[in-house]
């Protein structure tokens, strides 16, 4: 059967850029250069040219702190600034599960309310653009290379 | 005539409707064009009324598929004012290129020998290079461009030397929308004795393309980017290259006798087509070369051309943009009116505050359709210091009423972004730590 996709209801823009991204797009956090790297690497989306550098710090099993730079749109800024405010003292386990929890929301698999996550429900708006689901995910799947010891990904 | 509106009755997708009943603005035909209905039913009349496979079997079907197929190959030849060539069908341009480095690199490239690219060129324009350079150990260099976007021509020439085996470049950028000046390369190549092939992807769908003149030794390009289906590429080239080089995919078709102990190949053009090739795309491209060539590629220029000054004009509005096109770089607008044919069709620009892929978000919901991205061009969009940028492109028959969407879904964007992002930051128990914070200021509203 053929699925026509013509005319479908209009995504609001409002629901993409909420507020708290267009915030952290502005002045992103996650900028200041760390003492030492213990996890490192490079993501890139080669659809768009997007590219991120995610650095941890760690303390014992705690992430200290997080460096993220590269280029990219207001949704993977946003996202990556949310990631590195957000994983900040937070232990690799939890960071963790906070990486799957929000795939699993980006792919509808599980509700924003199901957990505490702050600022990162604002990302739910990006499921109704499903182009840009890799630009919200690029930072959060580099934070998961980097700790699996990769210094490179590309999602594809 | 050029009769714009009967032009776009051509054209069924012209009348899709986006989102909530928006007309579709499509400005992304650098990354490939509409099909006209004559190319979709040529494509449904092939499987409906002669479906048969080429050069095998004595059946009616057969002849009558392979006639229309082989008869493309001298439409091909008469759009691009070749006489004495051959006609190779690939699958596109990316697939002509790889043709052409597997086989001439086989036959003519050893360890450290050169081959010469520039600094615009497409990825399938690069990697096939890099692929041989893997195998063959030779260099690969790229020819600079400058600040108007063009080839440095001066540069260039010193860049080829007696080790420089094949020189490739492309025709017109896919990005910056500047034509080449193939004819001087040529006459570089030719003196030096380099292998010259030109990626005329986005010249030969926009402009007349005369073979004989531009003086290469090959020429490439893709159907799909000019009206025709997806899955035909084209590689034209001279008998005698094609008949010394060595095949690049093996299989049925392409030999003239198998035994146990090996094969012979078939002739040229078949000994490139291994396989049962592209046979309904085929035939349905010469549908779509039959069309270009009754609206006239004089025609389809020219009018590019005036969408192309009427948009640079529309988009002065927004003096924060970088237009990265040599036009524009050659300002006054007014200036030359090229008969190089550059600049045309093609708008690529980017800004510091909204991002391509926002711009190509926002936009889209005014049912306009453009590319963001680093358009299959990295080393490039590095050469201008950006990692994305956004790109309208343009086609025969897109109008002026369509450029005007095209800006105010723009000013659209760009409102957006200054409305949105210039809110003061309120706090959200977020760690604090950008170096550009002031601290205590405008942080709380
Ligand atoms: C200049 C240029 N070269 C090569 C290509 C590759 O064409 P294709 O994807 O059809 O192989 C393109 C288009 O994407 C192009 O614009």
């Known amino acids: ?93 939890e960071a963790k599960q906070l990486s799957l929890f929000l795939k699993d929301m980006m792919h509808g698999k599980v509700d924003k309310n199901e957990k505490d996550i702050g600022d990162l429900e604002a990302l739910e708006g990006v499921k109704k653009f499903p182009v840009r689901i890799k630009c919200a995910l690029l930072p959060w799947t580099t934070f998961e290379e980097a700790l699996a010891g990769h210094e490179h990904v590309e999602i594809s | ?10 054209f069924e997708i012209l009348n899709r409707k986006i989102w909530d009943g928006k007309p579709l603005v499509y400005l992304d035909n650098a990354a490939t064009t509409q099909k006209p209905d004559v190319v979709i039913s040529a494509l449904t009349k092939y499987y409906k009324e002669y479906n048969a496979n080429i050069h095998r079997g004595a059946h009616k079907l057969a002849e009558e598929a392979t006639i229309a197929y082989e008869a493309v190959r001298d439409k091909v030849k008469k759009f691009i004012s070749a006489i004495d060539e051959e006609v190779i069908f690939t699958r596109n341009t990316t697939e002509s290129i790889n043709l052409l480095a597997y086989s001439l690199g086989e036959l003519l490239v050893n360890e450290g020998d050169e081959i010469l690219l520039s600094e615009m060129e497409h990825h399938s324009n690069i990697i096939p290079w890099f692929l041989l350079r893997e195998r063959k150990k030779c260099k690969i260099i790229f020819a600079p461009i400058n600040e108007n976007y063009e080839l440095d021509y001066e540069k260039l020439e010193k860049l080829i030397t007696k080790k420089t085996k094949i020189i490739s470049i492309t025709h017109k950028s896919n990005v910056l929308g500047t034509v080449n000046d193939i004819k001087r390369i040529a006459n570089l190549a030719k003196t030096n004795g380099s292998i010259f092939i030109v990626d005329a992807a986005q010249s030969v769908p926009h402009m007349k393309v005369n073979y004989k003149e531009l003086g290469c030794d090959f020429l490439v390009f893709s159907a799909h980017k000019m009206c025709g289906p997806t899955g035909v590429g084209v590689l034209v ?12 995919l093996g299989g049925g078709e392409m030999i003239k006798k198998v035994t146990f102990d090996g094969f012979t190949p078939n002739d040229i053009p078949w000994k490139f087509e291994a396989g049962t090739p592209n ?38 509005q ?32 980017s800004n510091p505050v909204v991002h391509p892929h926002d711009i190509a978000t926002i936009i889209d919901q005014y049912g306009v359709a453009i590319r ?17 940028t956004a790109r309208a492109s343009f086609y025969f028959y897109n109008t002026k009423a369509e450029i005007d969407i095209f800006a105010h879904a723009l000013k659209k964007a760009f409102d957006y972004f200054e409305v949105g992002a210039c809110k003061e930051l309120k706090l959200k128990g977020r760690s604090n730590d950008s170096p550009n914070a002031k601290p205590g200021a405008a942080k709380i509203r």
């Not at chain 1, 303390?59 to 702190?65: A, H, L, N, P, V």
């Not at chain 2, 005539?1 to 051509?10: C, G, S, T």
């Open chain 1, 1 to 93: 059967m053929i699925v026509l996709m013509q005319n479908q209801e209009l995504p609001k823009l409002d629901e993409l850029y909420k507020e708290i991204i267009l915030e952290h797009y502005r002045e992103p956090c996650g900028k200041v250069p760390l003492e030492h790297v213990d996890y490192e690497a490079e993501g890139m989306n080669p659809l768009c040219g997007d590219e991120v550098k995610l650095s941890l710090q760690l303390k014992d099993k705690t992430i200290e702190k997080i460096h993220i730079e590269g280029h990219g749109c207001s949704i993977s800024v946003a996202s990556g600034s949310m990631l590195a405010s957000i994983l900040k003292g937070k232990s690799i386990n």
């Open chain 2, 1 to 10: 005539m050029f009769d714009l509106n009967r032009i776009r009755k051509d």
């Open chain 2, 237 to 248: 080239g001279s008998k005698e290259l094609l008949f010394k080089i060595p095949p690049f």
């Open chain 2, 279 to 316: 046979i309904a795309d085929v035939i349905a491209f010469g549908a779509a070369l039959d069309y270009l060539e009754k609206i006239g590629l004089e025609n389809i220029y020219k009018h590019e051309l005036e969408l192309t000054e009427y948009a640079l004009e529309k988009l002065k």
């Open chain 2, 318 to 349: 927004f003096d924060f943009l970088k237009i990265y096109n040599p036009v524009i770089a050659l300002s006054p607008l007014q200036a030359p009116r090229n008969d190089n044919y550059s600049g045309a069709g093609i708008i690529t620009f």
């Open chain 2, 372 to 388: 963001a991205g680093h358009h299959c061009a990295q080393p490039l969009m590095k050469k201008l210091g950006v990692s994305a």
